[in-house]
C-alpha cells in the first residue's frame, strides 16, 4: 500500500470577505486553516500533508501547523492564483510513494474527521470520491432571465471536499486540463472530463464553505456554540 497524502488548498484570496488571505481570517482566535488541518491531523489513514498557501505566509503557516501534535510529514508550499493552479503546485510536490491524495478546501474548517475517513473508504472501485449534500431547493437553469430548464431536484447534490482521488488519475486529468486550458471550480469536475469514475458519498450539511462576511459570521455562532456546549460526564463503571 502506498501512502495518504492530503493537500490543504489556504491560497485563496479574501477578497469578498474583506481581507488578505481567506484561510488565515481567525476563528476564534485561530487561523481557519487549522481548524481544517485539525481534522486532517486526526484522520489515523494520512500520512501527510501539503499546505498551500500565499506567497508571504509560508512561514507563518509552518508555525501555526507545527503548534499541534501531529504525526505524519507536513511541507508548506506557496499556492498559485487559481484553485487549479494550487492544487498542480502541490501535486509538483508529491512524494513518489504516495497513491491516494485529498485535496480539502481551507475554507471549510467544519469537516470532520469522519468525513475524510469516509471519502477514503469510497474510494474502493472508483478513481475519485466526493461528498455530497441533497440540495434543499428547486434547481434551475436561467439565461438571459429566461428560465430555461428545471433539473429533478432528486438528482441534484451540493458537493463538498474533502474529495479523495487515485494519485495517478488525478495527475493525468490534470496534465489533460492543463494542456486544453480547462479551469475547474473542484477536482473531480477534471476527473469527470477526462472519463474517470467518480463516487459520491455522504456529507455533512455542518460542512460548508466560508465565502463571505455573512458566512463568517455564522462559522463564528457555530463555535461559540461548540464552547459552550456542556461536556457530557464520563460513563461510571
Known amino acids: ?34 481548524h481544517s488541518y485539525r481534522s486532517i491531523a486526526a484522520c489515523s489513514q494520512i500520512d501527510g500533508v501539503i499546505i498551500l498557501v500565499p506567497d508571504g505566509y509560508a512561514d507563518s503557516a509552518k508555525d501555526w501547523a507545527r503548534s499541534i501534535a501531529a504525526g505524519g510529514r507536513l511541507e508548506v508550499r506557496v ?15 508529491l512524494w513518489r510513494e504516495a497513491d491516494t491524495v485529498l485535496c480539502h478546501d481551507a475554507a471549510r474548517p467544519f469537516a470532520s474527521p469522519d468525513l475524510f475517513h469516509r471519502v477514503l473508504a469510497g474510494l474502493a472501485g472508483f478513481d475519485g470520491v466526493v461528498p455530497v449534500v441533497p440540495s434543499p431547493d428547486t434547481v434551475k437553469r436561467v439565461r438571459g432571465g429566461r428560465v430555461i430548464e428545471t433539473f429533478p431536484r432528486e438528482e441534484l447534490g451540493l458537493v463538498q471536499t474533502p474529495q479523495a482521488f487515485g494519485a495517478e488519475a488525478l495527475v493525468e486529468a490534470h496534465r489533460r486540463a492543463s494542456h486544453t486550458g480547462m479551469d475547474a471550480t473542484d477536482d473531480a469536475m477534471l476527473l469527470e472530463v477526462a472519463g474517470y469514475r467518480v463516487a459520491a ?25 461548540l464552547q459552550n456546549a456542556p461536556v457530557s460526564p464520563e460513563p461510571t463503571r
Open 79 to 93: 499556492g498559485g492564483e487559481t484553485r487549479v493552479a494550487s492544487v498542480r503546485r502541490g501535486l509538483e510536490a
Open 1 to 34: 500500500m502506498g501512502a495518504t497524502l492530503a493537500l490543504l488548498l489556504a491560497a485563496g484570496s479574501g477578497n469578498r470577505l474583506g481581507r488578505q488571505a481567506k484561510g488565515f481570517v481567525e476563528l476564534a482566535g485561530t487561523p481557519m486553516f487549522l
Open 201 to 225: 458519498v455522504e456529507g455533512e450539511p455542518a460542512n460548508f464553505k466560508i465565502t463571505t462576511q455573512e458566512d463568517l459570521r455564522r462559522a463564528e455562532l457555530v463555535l461559540a456554540d
